[in-house]
């Protein structure tokens, strides 16, 4: 797996044009947040806090709630809590 490959997966999990695609994607996401330590910290080491941030305010209303949950896994990170303040 190259550097850009975690980038990558993440545009087109928070991006996809399907509301279907990204509402499975954020709750796969949470489910591999909401679990041990080592999950919440992947998700922060691949660069979530700052697109779910952005991703908040502008995700559909449906989905917003997914959005701000997988946001507070990355809260309890340092590194995610940090990067969710800069965003």
Request: contains cysteine.
């Amino acid at each position: 797996v190259d550097a850009a490959t975690p980038a990558a997966i993440q545009g087109a999990c928070l991006n996809d044009a399907e509301q279907d695609v990204r509402m499975h994607c954020y709750d796969a996401l949470i489910r591999l947040g909401g679990g041990p330590r080592r999950g919440a910290s992947s998700i922060v080491a691949a660069g979530y806090p700052k697109a779910l941030v952005e991703k908040a305010e502008k995700e559909s209303v449906g989905l917003q709630p997914r959005a701000l949950d997988l946001l507070t896994s990355c809260l309890g990170n340092e590194q995610g809590l940090a990067e969710a303040l800069d965003a």
